[in-house]
């Protein structure tokens, strides 16, 4: 079993940044892969960006390749994501998920949510005009 915790949601004008934490325990984190999702108001949950079981390997949806980042650091059991040049489209509740296979290169990651089997409770990131 994995807990997953997200934390660093908020409010922020268009332009702005935030950083968000996913902290885990439980089991040996350091296999996982982990993705963050994102689900606006009445849509989809969708995957935004992942990272494989030893942070070398990540990817990316389009439309933030070159604001976001992800990183994470196994000895702390934490990924984070930073987010830069934030834009109202990015607004919605962030998810943290962590998976067994603990890969994720390039368009080869898991990008659907039945494909995670943990899952934290979410932050809010609104981004305003």
């Known amino acids: 079993q994995v807990d997953l915790a997200e934390s660093g949601g908020g409010l922020v004008q268009a332009g702005g940044s935030l950083r968000l934490t996913c902290a885990a325990s439980?089991?040996?984190?350091?296999?996982?892969?982990v993705a963050w999702f994102r689900q606006a108001p009445g849509k989809e949950r969708v995957f935004v960006v992942g990272?494989?079981?030893?942070?070398?390997?990540?990817s990316y949806i389009d439309s933030v390749k070159g604001r976001f980042t992800i990183s994470r650091d196994n000895a702390e059991n934490t990924v984070y994501l930073q987010m830069n040049s934030l834009k109202p489209e990015d607004t919605g509740v962030y998810y943290c998920?962590?998976?067994?296979?603990?890969?994720?290169?390039?368009?080869?990651?898991?990008?659907?949510?039945?494909?995670?089997?943990?899952w934290g409770q979410g932050t809010q990131v609104t981004v305003s005009e």
């Open positions: 990272i494989n079981r030893s942070g070398e390997d990540t």
């Open positions: 998920a962590a998976e067994l296979t603990g890969y994720c290169s390039g368009n080869v990651c898991p990008r659907w949510p039945y494909e995670y089997d943990y």
């Open positions: 439980g089991r040996d984190f350091s296999n996982l892969g």
